[in-house]
């Protein structure tokens, strides 16, 4: 009797193995990727973090000001990768880069690219000494990009529109240490010290292409610049804007808007005591028959194509 009983116990361990593996095989199928290009807005309350998913390949820009961003992630990525290719910091400021401080102790990073400024703040100070320490254990590479400039990974190709490096350079207080292409000589000191007031003006900005869609990344990257951007770039009509600063009043100006024509623009934003979005932005989005998305109204916002 004895015998019989370890038996069926046995089995009922076996099956309940297998059925522990058969599900864990299933569950890997559906987390393997389409080969579609995929675009999430993650809901981070007043912040920005935005995912761009390509197979096994992924770029996520700005952190957001908390650590919801890993939720998105985990939704959006694959249980079992733990790497992401390229992390873009668009600008020092907390509502952008807070959430990047854990995004780095969860994942490996291959690339981080930042723009030529930095800030004295708490969560930079911490984002600065994780990639110091990662640095030395996971290669992760560190570059300030330009105008002009292009990343690749796979078919993502995100083109830099701003900041011009010569605007930078202008700019920039470099106290007499050695500066180049907008990187302090020290590797783990990513932005050089400036007497200049807003950040927001040195905010990296990317065009997204591909298949002849078009998607404006604008970080915080205000009205105060819009008109320089149009200097240097030609830029043109765009189908997917994700308008600056969170609807401030000054997020845009309008001939700004009315030259790039988004058919849509997203609005990444939460609960907050400046009442983004304004009137002012929703009215001139209206004006321009422009839909508008918001993460506080939809929360995360996906586009496939």
Request: with cysteine.
């Amino acid at each position: 009797m004895w015998e019989i009983l370890k038996s069926k116990l046995s089995s009922k361990h076996l099956l309940r193995g297998l059925a522990i593996v058969v599900s864990l095989v299933w569950l890997a199928v559906f987390s393997f990727p389409d080969n579609r290009l995929r675009l999430v807005f993650c809901d981070v309350g007043q912040g920005d973090a935005i995912l761009l998913i390509k197979g096994f390949s992924q770029v996520l820009i700005d952190g957001g000001p908390n650590d919801k961003v890993l939720s998105c992630l985990a939704k959006n990525m694959p249980f079992f990768d733990k790497t992401i290719e390229v992390v873009a910091l668009t600008h020092p400021e907390a509502d952008h880069l807070t959430g990047l401080n854990p995004v780095i102790d969860k994942y490996e990073v291959k690339y981080f690219i930042t723009g030529p400024v930095g800030n004295e703040a708490a969560a930079y100070s911490a984002l600065t000494e994780k990639l110091k320490n990662k640095n030395g254990k996971r290669q992760i590479k560190i570059k300030n990009v330009y105008a002009g400039e292009k990343i690749r990974v796979g078919e993502i190709i995100l083109e830099s529109v701003w900041p011009e490096k010569e605007w930078v350079t202008e700019k920039l207080e470099v106290g007499g240490e050695k500066w180049e292409m907008g990187l302090q000589t020290s590797p783990f000191i990513l932005g050089a010290k400036t007497e200049h007031k807003k950040l927001n003006d040195f905010s990296l900005v990317f065009l997204l292409s591909y298949k002849g869609l078009e998607v404006l990344l604008m970080g915080d990257a205000d009205s105060r610049i819009q008109g320089e951007m149009m200097r240097i770039n030609s830029l043109n009509q765009v189908d997917i804007l994700k308008f600056p600063h969170h609807g401030s009043k000054t997020g845009i100006a309008e001939e700004f808007l009315a030259k790039i024509k988004p058919k849509e623009a997203i609005i990444s934003v939460g609960r907050n005591s400046y009442g983004h979005p304004t009137t002012e932005a929703l009215d001139l989005l209206k004006k321009y028959g422009v839909k508008v998305r918001r993460t506080d109204l939809e929360g995360e916002i996906h586009y496939q194509f």
